[in-house]
């Protein structure tokens, strides 16, 4: 199994490390297992973005979300932003949340945004609230949130209210 990994750091071609990442799914749960545990210890970001490009092939979801929730936390700026995409490219089941969970943590502005967007990619619910948070349309809403309200005892006390609310920022 160890070597099928070193030969998946070293080969170029992607479709080559696919058919490796393949070979290696079926030695089985033992090898994908030793496959995460690599991807965990590999500081060089161009082995891990090897690495990362096979794991689809060569482990099952579960052991491929786990692995890429330790890959999302991994020094390299281009390792965190490519486990992001490749969690929202695969539409893995608990990605969302995972994803969640990355951007709470993560402080870079560039991987930020990639983890919102891979976020939008999924389409979950939570991944809505996130995204319209991290937006300008959160603040816009929090503005204009009780407008309605001031309407309550009449038309020009709703005015009135409703200048103030604006003057004020809500």
């Not at 979300?65 to 969690?87: C, I, K, Y």
């Not at 204009?144 to 001031?150: A, E, I, Q, S, T």
């Amino acid at each position: 199994v160890e070597p099928l990994i070193s030969d998946l750091r070293r080969i170029e071609m992607p479709a080559h490390r696919v058919a490796v990442a393949e070979l290696l799914s079926r030695l089985g749960p033992g090898a994908a297992s030793m496959f995460c545990e690599e991807l965990r210890k590999t500081t060089v970001p161009s082995d891990a973005l090897r690495l990362l490009d096979a794991l689809p092939h060569a482990v099952s979801e579960g052991m491929a979300v786990e692995a890429l929730a330790g890959t999302l936390s991994h020094p390299a700026l281009a390792v965190r932003r490519r486990s992001a995409t490749l969690m929202a490219e695969r539409s893995y089941v608990r990605g969302g949340e995972t994803l969640l969970h990355a951007l709470a943590e993560e402080s870079e502005p560039a991987v930020r945004v990639v983890i919102v967007e891979s976020l939008g990619r999924l389409k979950t619910a939570a991944a809505y609230e996130t995204l319209v948070k991290e937006s300008w349309v959160e603040k816009e809403l929090w503005r204009v949130r009780n407008f309605r309200k001031g309407f309550k005892h009449g038309f020009w006390l709703g005015m009135v209210n409703t200048g103030l609310v604006m003057a004020t920022g809500g």
